[in-house]
């Protein structure tokens, strides 16, 4: 097998279809015209609750491709949908590619002969040009990856997308990490490889709705941050040390203005400001410990990351 697509699909009935036609148009005009018959399309059903499995197996059922199904028992989100993609996928290149067609499969050709060109090079990587979100939405994840990337011990690619052409050796790179809470990009830059950045222009969506909001995002780039840097936690150790010092220094203030001007203590506002002060910085620090504890308590618990119900084409 030449190619392998891991298509991700939630809640995608209005867009896999039309994914499938478009991707095998667009690959059965490639100027290789034995590409399309030596490529694998791999969709990942994670958990949809509207027609999008009874879609994909319309397809399996009646396409003359490659076509795998897999179907999870539940939605395990995109991070589990790409693993098992990634797993099931045999091609010499993986591509991952979005259902909804706001990136167009044209790219991924692209992004072929890009590597087939350029042996130095192991993935492409898609970026967009000119983001299509809301400023406030691009601002929060623009804000998101600085803070990442100055965290991380492996600098994250800002603009990178999943969108992506891997060679099979990146692929088993990055199946040979066992860790349960998958962070894709802090994934893709932690296994290393040369890798080459490709504008791309993102389509609108034309079927069903993004699932992210400011809510899940948020989430994910705590996840992120916490899978790929142990930085926070210097940091609240250096914010402990530095208050230690400050009280020290105050004590000494304190005590001497008392000792030589017999000046009374300010009581009250001191106290409080001080006391919640410390009680937060303390809550930030116990709050961080927590967060990597429950990232080790997922880990060490070794549940799968995700649960097959079904598989067509194995
Ligand atoms: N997706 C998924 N599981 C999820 C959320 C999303 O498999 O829990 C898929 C979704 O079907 C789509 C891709 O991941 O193919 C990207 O999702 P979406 O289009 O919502 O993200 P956006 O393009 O808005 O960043
Ligand atoms: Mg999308």
Not at 157 to 180: G, H, N, T, Y
Not at 191 to 206: A, S
Not at 233 to 258: D, P, Q, Y
Request: hydrophobic share 45%.
């Amino acid at each position: 097998m030449k190619l392998s697509l891991v298509v991700p699909c939630y809640n995608e009935e209005g867009n896999v279809k039309r994914f499938y036609e478009e991707t095998v148009r667009v690959l059965g005009g490639y100027r290789d015209s034995t590409l399309l018959a030596d490529t694998e399309l791999i969709f990942i059903n994670d958990g949809s609750r509207d027609g999008t499995w009874k879609g994909l197996k319309e397809i399996y059922e009646t396409s003359p491709h490659h076509i795998r199904v897999l179907s999870f028992s539940r939605n395990f989100g995109k991070e589990a949908a790409l693993l098992a993609g990634l797993r099931a996928s045999q091609g010499d290149y993986t591509a991952i590619i979005d259902a909804d067609l706001q990136q167009r499969p044209e790219y991924v050709l692209q992004m072929l002969d890009f590597l087939e060109e350029h042996a130095e090079y192991d993935a492409v990587a898609c970026y967009q040009e000119e983001r299509k979100e809301g400023a406030f939405m691009a601002w929060v994840k623009s804000c998101f990856y600085k803070v990442i990337d100055s965290l991380s011990d492996v600098p994250i690619a800002q603009a990178a997308s999943d969108f992506r052409l891997l060679r099979r050796c990146v692929v088993d790179a990055i199946l040979s990490l066992p860790e349960k809470c998958r962070f894709s990009k802090g994934i893709f830059a932690w296994v290393g490889f040369e890798t080459y950045l490709m504008p791309y222009k993102v389509e609108e969506r034309t079927e069903g709705e993004s699932k992210w909001n400011f809510w899940k995002l948020l989430r994910y780039a705590f996840s992120g941050i916490m899978s790929f840097s142990d930085k926070p936690l210097i940091v609240s150790s250096v914010l402990g040390i530095f208050l230690f010092a400050l009280a020290i220094l105050m004590m000494l203030v304190v005590v001497i203005k008392t000792l030589i001007w017999g000046d009374p203590v300010a009581g009250f506002p001191t106290l409080c400001s001080l006391l919640l002060l410390l009680s937060g910085v303390q809550l930030l620090s116990v709050g961080i410990l927590g967060q990597y504890l429950a990232k080790n308590y997922t880990e060490t618990k070794d549940r799968p990351v995700y649960i097959l119900k079904e598989d067509l084409g194995k």
